[in-house]
């Protein structure tokens, strides 16, 4: 059945208090805080303020604005903004969810070199908890931005989870998949595309192999087996199909299997060229 959409009005206009940039919203559903004592639960946003004077030196704080009547309209909280850096000009994009287990709200931060975790009881008052990113080498190129966090249950066990932490970066991304066998014959990812290159990773059903086509990989005239199809053995496991592909500014790793099958290339940016395995 389609879908059919009505443009509202902006829902939070930038101001005196700076520019609008990314966050997130949740229901506040034990009105935790405060702003919905008639009402019941309602909708709280939590965005970033670009461009903010609160504070000299710290123009990216966080801010809060809450909603009655399901999102129509919204009012900024007088007490904006409800978090500032602590010496970053970099403090971006938060991701806000309730954590059940320690009764708290959840904020996770992108800062500079690393995404900062916070915690409130009510969505106003803000302690710093942890950080992430800050002290691996080579982890990304760049800031952590619009970070999200999720938690997964790991092969269907209730009893097993892990927290997934992404990010975006424009250099830089993770794909994690797993295919069913079915009446496919191939399945697989076109990644670094654009209109005239694109790099394809997959797996073949007809002949149980994992391959990197990189026939149209940017520059491919310098090294005579560069133009190719690699290809390396591996079987399904109980029909299924699971790979984890790395892909950065010049570089694409595919493991198969959780390793059982491996392919590491190189494409050539900007002059720079490595060899494959």
Same mark, same amino acid.
């Given at each position: 059945?389609?879908?059919?959409?009505?443009?509202?009005?902006?829902?939070?206009?930038?101001?005196?208090?700076?520019?609008?940039?990314?966050?997130?919203?949740?229901?506040?559903?034990?009105?935790?805080?405060?702003?919905?004592?008639?009402?019941?639960?309602?909708?709280?946003?939590?965005?970033?303020?670009?461009?903010?004077?609160?504070?000299?030196?710290?123009?990216?704080?966080?801010?809060?604005?809450?909603?009655?009547?399901?999102?129509?309209?919204?009012?900024?909280?007088?007490?904006?903004?409800?978090?500032?850096?602590? =010496?970053?000009? +970099?403090?971006?994009?938060?991701? &806000?969810?309730?954590? $059940?287990?320690?009764?708290? @709200? /959840?904020?996770?931060?992108?800062?500079?070199?690393?995404?900062?975790?916070?915690?409130?009881?009510?969505?106003?008052?803000?302690?710093?908890?942890?950080?992430?990113?800050?002290?691996?080498?080579?982890?990304?190129?760049?800031?952590? =931005?619009?970070? +999200?966090?999720?938690?997964?249950? &790991?092969?269907?066990? $209730?009893?097993?989870?892990? @927290? /997934?932490?992404?990010?975006?970066?424009?250099?830089?991304?993770?794909?994690?998949?797993?295919?069913?066998?079915?009446?496919?014959?191939?399945?697989?990812?076109?990644?670094?595309?654009?209109?005239?290159?694109?790099?394809?990773?997959?797996?073949?059903?007809?002949?149980?192999?994992?391959? &990197?086509?990189?026939?149209?990989?940017?520059?491919?005239?310098?090294?005579?087996?560069?133009?190719?199809?690699?290809?390396?053995?591996?079987?399904?496991?109980?029909?299924?199909?699971?790979?984890?592909?790395?892909?950065?500014?010049?570089?694409?790793?595919?493991?198969?299997?959780?390793?059982?099958?491996?392919?590491?290339?190189?494409?050539?940016?900007?002059?720079?060229?490595?060899?494959?395995?």
């Amino acid at each position: 059945m389609p879908t059919a959409w009505d443009e509202l009005p902006p829902a939070i206009p930038p101001g005196e208090d700076g520019a609008i940039f990314s966050g997130s919203a949740v229901v506040d559903k034990n009105n935790t805080s405060g702003f919905f004592n008639e009402e019941g639960s309602g909708l709280v946003a939590i965005y970033t303020n670009e461009g903010n004077r609160a504070q000299p030196g710290k123009p990216q704080v966080q801010s809060i604005a809450y909603s009655k009547d399901k999102g129509r309209t919204w009012t900024k909280y007088e007490g904006n903004p409800v978090l500032f850096p602590t =010496e970053t000009l +970099d403090f971006r994009d938060p991701k &806000v969810f309730w954590h $059940d287990e320690s009764s708290m @709200w /959840i904020m996770v931060l992108a800062v500079r070199d690393r995404v900062e975790f916070y915690t409130s009881p009510n969505l106003k008052e803000w302690s710093f908890a942890s950080e992430f990113g800050s002290d691996i080498p080579h982890i990304h190129r760049g800031i952590f =931005e619009c970070p +999200d966090i999720f938690r997964i249950r &790991v092969d269907e066990d $209730d009893n097993t989870n892990k @927290w /997934i932490l992404m990010h975006i970066s424009d250099s830089k991304s993770e794909i994690i998949a797993e295919f069913e066998i079915s009446t496919a014959v191939k399945y697989g990812f076109k990644v670094r595309k654009s209109s005239n290159q694109e790099t394809i990773i997959g797996y073949n059903i007809s002949n149980g192999e994992l391959f &990197v086509d990189r026939t149209k990989s940017s520059a491919i005239d310098f090294l005579s087996d560069f133009t190719a199809i690699h290809k390396a053995p591996m079987k399904p496991e109980h029909g299924r199909v699971q790979l984890s592909i790395y892909v950065d500014w010049s570089s694409v790793e595919v493991f198969g299997k959780q390793g059982a099958g491996t392919l590491r290339h190189w494409r050539r940016t900007k002059g720079r060229i490595a060899s494959n395995q």
